[in-house]
């Protein structure tokens, strides 16, 4: 990934692929006010750690590939040329089909076997159309 590369889409995972974290810390919060104290503080905490590992996760659809990057206490960075990419698959769950939410999985061509996940992600269909549409150009 070359630094001063134009960036066609940068995107965080979408908060309602998180919502387990949500949910659950609400829970938790309303459990705390009701009931024993420390489980409003857990419930807090839950949402905050949930939105933290959130944000800490960044996709980014690049002219010459896609990065997938996440730094919070480290750092890592994956990226593929769209050239390598071989195989693309979405998948939804029920309830992400519902909410608009997905994972895009995709692997790679080459001994390596790099694979970059894209998790949490708002339009996984309108992604993969891009990310195919850059793979066709190539």
């Not at 609400?26 to 839950?46: A, K, M, Q, S």
């Not at 071989?86 to 909410?99: A, C, D, G, M």
């Amino acid at each position: 990934m070359n630094i001063n590369e134009p960036i066609l889409k940068k995107f965080h995972p979408h908060f309602l692929g998180y919502l387990a974290f949500y949910v659950g810390g609400g829970i938790l919060f309303i459990l705390g006010y009701f009931t024993y104290w420390p489980l409003y503080i857990i419930g807090i905490l839950t949402i905050i750690l949930g939105e933290v590992v959130r944000r800490a996760e960044t996709f980014y659809l690049l002219e010459s590939g896609v990065t997938r990057e996440y730094k919070l206490l480290t750092t890592s960075r994956d990226f593929v040329e769209y050239e390598k990419i071989q195989n693309i698959k979405v998948r939804q769950s029920i309830l992400e089909n519902i909410i608009g939410v997905g994972n895009i999985h995709m692997d790679t061509s080459g001994g390596d076997n790099t694979e970059i996940n894209f998790k949490g992600v708002l339009d996984p269909y309108g992604i993969e159309h891009i990310i195919r549409e850059k793979m066709k150009a190539v």
